[in-house]
């Protein structure tokens, strides 16, 4: 098992920047996909981005060039740094976690259900 818990969410201006975090605990997050969600009321929530344990990251194409995603295997910890937010950023931000054999694997899961483990979200708000 897997336990995932996010912070650093928040509200701000169009233009600025948050960084969210998520620390996984239970095992080791090495040899797993950690991917970030993100989900609007009637929404399907969607993957904005996914990191495996060797630093390989994958963005969607809203998000690339303004997202960053990074991880720290020896914390457990993800970050997401999140620059030039737009108000259509405005979501609840879910982390997730997946076993995965390979970065090449990792880069491929895009669907909620293809990720076994997820956190309680923090809710991220840009104003314009």
């Known amino acids: 098992q897997v336990q995932l818990v996010e912070s650093g969410g928040g509200s701000v201006q169009a233009g600025g920047s948050l960084r969210v975090s998520c620390a996984a605990s239970?095992?080791?997050?090495?040899?797993?996909?950690m991917g970030w969600f993100r989900q609007t009321a009637g929404e399907e929530r969607e993957r904005v981005a996914a990191?495996?344990?060797?630093?390989?990251?994958s963005y969607a194409d809203s998000v690339r060039g303004r997202f960053t995603l990074s991880i720290d295997n020896a914390k457990n910890t993800v970050y997401l740094q999140m620059n030039s937010l737009k108000p259509e950023d405005t979501a609840m931000y879910y982390c997730?976690?997946?076993?995965?054999?390979?970065?090449?694997?990792?880069?491929?899961?895009?669907?909620?259900?293809?990720?076994?483990?997820w956190g309680q979200g923090t809710q991220v708000t840009i104003s314009s």
């Open positions: 997730a976690a997946s076993f995965a054999p390979s970065s090449w694997q990792c880069e491929r899961k895009r669907q909620r259900a293809e990720f076994a483990y």
């Open positions: 239970g095992r080791t997050i090495s040899r797993n996909c």
């Open positions: 990191v495996y344990s060797d630093g390989s990251t």
